[in-house]
């Protein structure tokens, strides 16, 4: 059993070298042709689909009871998938609004929204931090700081004049 630990033979690494060769370039193109939002991460469903990907190709790679034609299936399911519900959520706001996450208040107006803080498990100092990234040292120079969809925050900063149409859809759940 140890002396398989280090090194099994070279048909293992043979097998792995030329499913690497075929899966990773196979996985580039079928990303190419469904285009640029396969790898964005939009919503959770992104997010998974992502992470999928990568333990996919691992398997395709490492694993000999996975064929090149298996993980060619594998693939192109997650791809096809993933470009069925971006194409259903851009066409129906209702299924849109189901698989999205909504983005929320987390600061407004001098004011913190601390059930959102505490829903989304954000501290003061996590928006200190991104404040300071902005080149602002207080928040009296913010207006808001949004909580999006994808998990990001939005810091926008106070102006004198500004429409406000960018608000429109943001959750406030503490006022």
Known sequence: MLDTIIFDGWKSVLRIAIMSMLAYPFLIILLRIFGKRSLSNVNIFDFVITVTYGATLGSIITSDKMSFADGVAVLFMLTLLQYIVSKLSVNSKGFADLIK?????????GEFYEASMNK?????????????????????????????GDGSLSIIKKQETQSKDAFEGVERSDA
């Open 101 to 109: 996450a909504n983005p929320s208040f987390i600061y407004h107006n």
């Open 120 to 148: 989304h498990r954000i501290r003061k100092d996590d928006l200190r931090g991104k404040v300071r990234q902005q080149g602002l040292s207080s928040f009296e120079q913010v207006e808001a700081i949004v909580l999006e």
